[in-house]
Nanobody, 126 residues
């Protein structure tokens, strides 16, 4: 049974850093593509970052240079390090797994992912 369990997040002030973790069970993390998405009320889930099974990483323009996605295959973990947080980063964050060998454009689409974590709220406020 595939399960993604998220941890981390919470409340931060602008400029702070937070790290989200995503623990994958039932899958071998080295063979999966993992994305992070975020969602605010009334909006669709927005792509944040992704790391492919090949190790290549991708970011949306708003998070590039501030967020870093990484993986620890030995622990079956994927992380999202978020630095220089802004108020507009406030959202519920989700990790998700996309199996196979997707093309880059697929990694950006939430509908392409097969498995999802439970979601972790992050609030950035002074």
């Amino acid at each position: 049974q595939v399960q993604l369990v998220q941890s981390g997040g919470g409340l931060a002030q602008p400029g702070d850093s937070l790290r989200l973790s995503c623990a994958a069970s039932g899958l071998t993390s080295s063979r999966i593509n993992v994305g992070w998405f975020r969602q605010t009320p009334g909006k669709e889930r927005e792509f944040v970052a992704a790391i492919r099974a090949t190790g290549s990483t991708h970011y949306t323009d708003s998070t590039k240079g501030r967020f870093t996605i990484s993986r620890d295959n030995a622990k079956n973990m994927v992380y999202l390090q978020m630095n220089s947080l802004k108020a507009e980063d406030t959202a519920v964050y989700f990790c998700a797994v996309k199996l196979g060998s997707p093309i880059l454009s697929e990694m950006w689409r939430s509908q392409a992912y097969e498995y999802w974590g439970q979601g972790t709220p992050i609030t950035v406020s002074s």
